[in-house]
């Protein structure tokens, strides 16, 4: 003993020598540990913005691919489809350009009431044996000021046309060099990506584009990783700028055609570099450290549980969301999101719900229950004690503790039998209205924490899903129907005539059809102005409707000639009829004009084999009747002459 207190400043020395090793040991373990997870995190961000950015343009390519398949024009189409374009997280604006020919410019700005962007440069791609051809804006949708004007002529832009019909030859999405924009604030970075949009034959009918801004292609990292520094640069040109200074190792991804360089700086986690200036407080130094480390495992064990459940969370919203953009009905859309969000947020039951405020009633149109029973139909009242109700009475999310009990509405005694008594309901609103609500149960006392939060993500899917759905019925029925008189139009009446022949031939039932025409409208329209001209066609096609029956089809195929079409009607019967419309005209008083009459020309599928000689022979009598002095209807014969040039035959004399 007496040595070691002689040797007191061996002992120290020794002591003080291991306190020293030891924090040295524990430091440059914690550094390795610590550089390798700077090099995972740097791969983790890396691997999280190519996931992020590749799956936004998957999107925007299938959505390019669909709008060329769609009925109709694409920038018809427009209106509705950049709502889907513009629910994806990294967009800042989307338009449509559709390539149009120096013939069609004139008709292009009369129909759209816009101008061309003259340009101090060619603004004309010209190449041998074909017409000018110009790339023009016609559909813009975007947030902040700094709007191009429609009607933009981008030939005049050479780079930008360039890739413009790079990518409608190559097929591929093709980005731009990272250029500024002008935000809602202030100016902001980004790219614009353009995809061909092609139809079924594979003709060109323009491109679909998209800004992507380079705030919002760091927050896709962010978000999953806080405190995560990007630096983004494609050659030359920086789109994204960290604070700190750029290391030489950068991992390069492929985007739209282009190759960035990304850079991922993670901040220090706080261990001190200097141990050996503490040696006093090494111990205590030691236990920080590892302490920190534990408390550091444990927020990283949470942060992945986190970074999972959003995962989820975001796949989830991306299959409701192709559902959407494939124009699925809103019952099929309401079926998968009760089952996602039952599924989710692990609930007893899961219900998309529209309410009546009119019968003070809620609906389940679309539902999943943890024992497969079937909740589509269930009503509950909007008085009562769930949820949904509550989400009725005011208008914002709502969540109800053990309300179940007291609660008298079949869907009350589906939650109380699996267990259940709390539940959570988010508003689901349509062009600014309260339409219905979403809702989950769950046991007592179980209801997650910020389940509303996450049920209004998807509460705006189902809106949207139900506004797509009523764009779309309107667009049909637009599309469909003569604007004046509101009975169906020329291609509607083609369509119907091809499935009524083929159906006369299979089941061997006569077809009859009389084309009309009103008497000297000409004259109605010079004396008494084309507005009287107007009336005269509306009260005419409704007299029309009204001596119509149920399965027939009255149509608008002229200015002043109408088709009437007469399944299981034979050629005198169609007669019959026309003769009764006849009449029923020529006693009609039409007001400040007097009698108006009609001429009608009758066939039947007795005498024409296919639709062109339905119509062709029709037509025929119609000119009869119009040479036998008008207000007559005629009946086809092989009698009624050849054809003449114009397309109408001469009657027998």
Known sequence: ????????????????????????????????????????????????????????????????????????????????????????????????????????????????????????????????????????????????PGAPPLGLDLAANAPRRNLLLEAARTGLQLATPPMEFLGRKRPTRGVIVYAAVRDQRGRLKGWVTAVYGARQLASMVTARMPGVHLTIRDGASTLISGPGAVSDRA?????????????????????????????????????????????????????????????????????????????????????????????????????????????????????????GQELAGMVYALDGVTASAQVFRTGRPARTDAGYDSGTDPITAVVTKLGGRDGVAAPITVAGNLWGALGASYGEGLIPAGVEVRLERFASLVGLAISNAEAWDRLERQASSDPLTGIANRRTFHERLSAEISRAERYGRHLGLVLMDLDQFKAVNDVHGHQAGDRVLVLFARLLSAQSREGELVARIGGEEFAWLLPETDQYGAYIAAERVRKAIESTPFEDIGTVTVSAGVCSTENARDADMLVGDADRALYCAKESGRNVTCLYSEGLGPLQPGGVASPTR
């Open 251 to 371: 991992a390069v991804i492929a985007v739209a055609g282009r190759r960035w360089s990304v850079w991922a700086e993670v901040p220090g986690s706080g261990i001190s570099a200097v141990p050996w200036l503490v040696l006093s407080l090494g111990l205590t130094l030691t236990a920080a450290v590892i302490l920190i480390l534990r408390q550091a495992a444990t927020g990283a064990r949470d942060s992945n549980q986190q970074l999972a459940i959003r995962d989820a969370e975001q796949s989830a919203l991306g299959q409701i969301a192709t559902l959407v953009a494939r124009g699925e009905t809103p019952e099929v859309v309401f079926t998968s999101v009760a089952d996602q969000i039952a599924k989710l947020l692990n609930s007893l039951t899961g219900a998309v719900s529209r309410f009546d405020a009119a019968t003070n009633r809620g609906t389940i149109l679309g539902g999943w229950s943890e024992d």
């Open 1 to 144: 003993m007496r040595r070691l207190v002689d040797h007191w400043w061996l002992v120290g020395s020794a002591l003080l020598a291991a306190v020293i090793v030891l924090t040295c040991v524990l430091y440059a373990g914690v550094s390795d540990s610590h550089r390798q997870q700077q090099r995972a995190t740097q791969h983790q961000a890396v691997l999280v913005l190519s996931q992020s950015v590749h799956d936004v343009l998957a999107r925007e390519l299938a959505l390019a691919r669909v709008v060329g398949t769609l009925p109709g024009s694409p920038e018809a189409r427009w209106p509705v489809l950049s709502n889907i374009v513009m629910t994806q997280p990294l967009v800042n604006s989307t338009a449509f350009i559709q390539p149009v020919s120096e013939r069609d410019r004139a008709a292009f700005e009369r129909q759209t009431g816009l101008r061309l962007v003259e340009s101090p440069k060619p603004g004309v791609l010209r190449a041998a044996g074909r017409r000018p051809l110009h790339l023009v804006l016609t559909a813009y949708r975007g947030v902040g």
